[in-house]
């Protein structure tokens, strides 16, 4: 054994949801990855005894910079950031805007400030990707009151879809990565993103992660006149939000599960019906990005399902043939990227996403050493 040898420096980059905690260890120097973990926070027996696991991890390894997912950035925080009192505070106010996430998110970054207060921390924000768009995308048709008040559009998914916009030119080109680009994250959670020039320039989430697609089971875009039919017929906001985030979407409509893969595999016609759904809305949504784009070239699918199911993928995009969509069987039911048929006038693309290294980058990049301002030039002989 080299005893002399200096431990790896290494980047923890951590994912705290409401049901698990993700974390990811990576070399610090060129960000290979050295260990991920799922920790399931029912089964490690609480949220303090689950985040001891990734208190460990710091303790045994010589983590130098942490990197955390914060789902909401606000309509101020357009790129991750370092993270000091100031910021915490900024993120605390928010937390009311992600109720399910944010409150873990920044437990997280306590603990660890708590323990290592030394520890450079970055936060990595779903919502910064999509600061890039016009203002008129962001806005609902409500009293301009509300809008300044900050009731605009968000969009989440954002470190999914950075992570897709900078593989893109390697999997496609350059000239692709930079056309009218659909990106479609399906997973339990699912959205889409109108994509030009590499930046995102519409979505289909909004204020909260429920609008736009039909998800796992959250309804995705409703007539909000439900909601208050629900609410004069004697619903509680407690029992809205169990309707619209936890019972709807796949889950909801096939009265069976939200698993996909369950539901393929299930001759009920209910678990049809849901697919079918999920994929009608879906369909309907990718048309609308189409008005943002002003036309598509691209399209790519990512996420559990948008990766997996080419069967979804087949059920959404030939409801888009008349936009000029055509697959190829065969490569829509292999494994490499492309899948479009060669005839078709939008390319199709599967790409694994990776929001885990997107935070490893984020942080690499934010604490990287400023370069020093150049030398004040002399003066003129
Ligand atoms: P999350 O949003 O929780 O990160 P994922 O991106 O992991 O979710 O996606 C989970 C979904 O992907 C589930 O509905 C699961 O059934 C589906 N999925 C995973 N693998 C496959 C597969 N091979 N075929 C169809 N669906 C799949």
């Given at each position: 054994m080299d005893a002399g040898k200096k431990p790896v420096?290494?980047?923890l980059v951590v994912n705290a949801g409401s049901s698990?905690?993700?974390?990811?260890?990576?070399?610090?120097?060129?960000?290979?990855?050295?260990e991920r973990k799922n920790i399931e926070v029912k089964k490690a027996g609480g949220y303090d005894a689950a985040f001891q696991q990734v208190l460990d991890v710091i303790a045994a390894n010589n983590v130098t910079s942490v990197g955390h997912r914060v789902v909401h950035g606000g309509k101020d925080y357009a790129a991750p950031q370092k993270i000091d009192a100031k910021v915490f505070a900024d993120l605390e106010k928010l937390a009311p805007l992600a109720p399910l996430h944010q409150p873990h998110n920044l437990k997280g970054i306590k603990l660890i400030t708590d323990k290592y207060p030394e520890l450079p921390q970055v936060a990595s924000f779903d919502t910064a990707f999509h600061r890039t768009q016009a203002k008129l995308n962001q806005m609902y048709a409500l009293p301009r009151k509300l809008t300044d008040e900050g009731i605009i559009r968000y969009g989440f998914h954002g470190l999914s879809y950075e992570y897709i916009a900078s593989k893109l030119p390697e999997v496609a080109d350059?000239?692709?990565a930079k056309s009218r680009v659909i990106v479609a994250h399906l997973g339990n959670g699912a959205s889409m993103m109108?994509?030009?020039?590499?930046?995102?320039?519409?979505?289909?989430?909004?204020?909260?992660?429920?609008?736009?697609?039909?998800?796992?089971?959250?309804a995705g875009a409703t007539d909000p006149g439900i909601l208050l039919y629900l609410l004069e017929q004697g619903e509680t906001v407690k029992g809205l939000s169990d309707i619209f985030q936890k019972q709807s979407g796949l889950k909801g409509v096939s009265g069976i599960t939200e698993d996909v893969r369950t539901l393929l595999a299930s001759d009920k016609p209910e678990a049809k019906e849901a697919i079918d759904l999920f994929c009608l809305y879906a369909a309907?949504?990718?048309?609308?990005?189409?008005?943002d784009l002003g036309g598509v070239d691209a399209i790519v699918?990512?996420?559990?399902?948008?990766?997996?199911?080419?069967?979804?993928?087949d059920k959404i995009l030939s409801q888009l043939a008349h936009l000029g969509v055509k697959t190829d069987t065969a490569a829509?039911?292999?494994?490499?990227?492309?899948?479009?048929?060669?005839?078709?006038?939008?390319?199709?693309?599967?790409?694994?996403?990776?929001?885990?290294?997107?935070?490893?980058?984020?942080?690499?990049?934010?604490?990287?050493?400023?370069?020093?301002?150049?030398?004040?030039?002399?003066?003129?002989?």
């Amino acid at each position: 054994m080299d005893a002399g040898k200096k431990p790896v420096e290494t980047v923890l980059v951590v994912n705290a949801g409401s049901s698990s905690i993700k974390y990811g260890l990576y070399r610090a120097d060129d960000l290979t990855l050295i260990e991920r973990k799922n920790i399931e926070v029912k089964k490690a027996g609480g949220y303090d005894a689950a985040f001891q696991q990734v208190l460990d991890v710091i303790a045994a390894n010589n983590v130098t910079s942490v990197g955390h997912r914060v789902v909401h950035g606000g309509k101020d925080y357009a790129a991750p950031q370092k993270i000091d009192a100031k910021v915490f505070a900024d993120l605390e106010k928010l937390a009311p805007l992600a109720p399910l996430h944010q409150p873990h998110n920044l437990k997280g970054i306590k603990l660890i400030t708590d323990k290592y207060p030394e520890l450079p921390q970055v936060a990595s924000f779903d919502t910064a990707f999509h600061r890039t768009q016009a203002k008129l995308n962001q806005m609902y048709a409500l009293p301009r009151k509300l809008t300044d008040e900050g009731i605009i559009r968000y969009g989440f998914h954002g470190l999914s879809y950075e992570y897709i916009a900078s593989k893109l030119p390697e999997v496609a080109d350059e000239k692709t990565a930079k056309s009218r680009v659909i990106v479609a994250h399906l997973g339990n959670g699912a959205s889409m993103m109108a994509m030009k020039d590499g930046k995102s320039v519409a979505t289909t989430m909004g204020f909260t992660p429920v609008d736009g697609l039909m998800m796992g089971t959250r309804a995705g875009a409703t007539d909000p006149g439900i909601l208050l039919y629900l609410l004069e017929q004697g619903e509680t906001v407690k029992g809205l939000s169990d309707i619209f985030q936890k019972q709807s979407g796949l889950k909801g409509v096939s009265g069976i599960t939200e698993d996909v893969r369950t539901l393929l595999a299930s001759d009920k016609p209910e678990a049809k019906e849901a697919i079918d759904l999920f994929c009608l809305y879906a369909a309907r949504q990718a048309a609308s990005l189409t008005v943002d784009l002003g036309g598509v070239d691209a399209i790519v699918f990512t996420g559990g399902i948008g990766e997996n199911s080419g069967i979804i993928r087949d059920k959404i995009l030939s409801q888009l043939a008349h936009l000029g969509v055509k697959t190829d069987t065969a490569a829509n039911d292999g494994s490499k990227p492309a899948i479009h048929a060669s005839d078709s006038t939008v390319k199709v693309y599967v790409i694994k996403t990776d929001e885990e290294l997107m935070m490893a980058q984020h942080v690499k990049k934010v604490l990287a050493p400023k370069p020093a301002a150049p030398a004040a030039k002399p003066p003129a002989p």
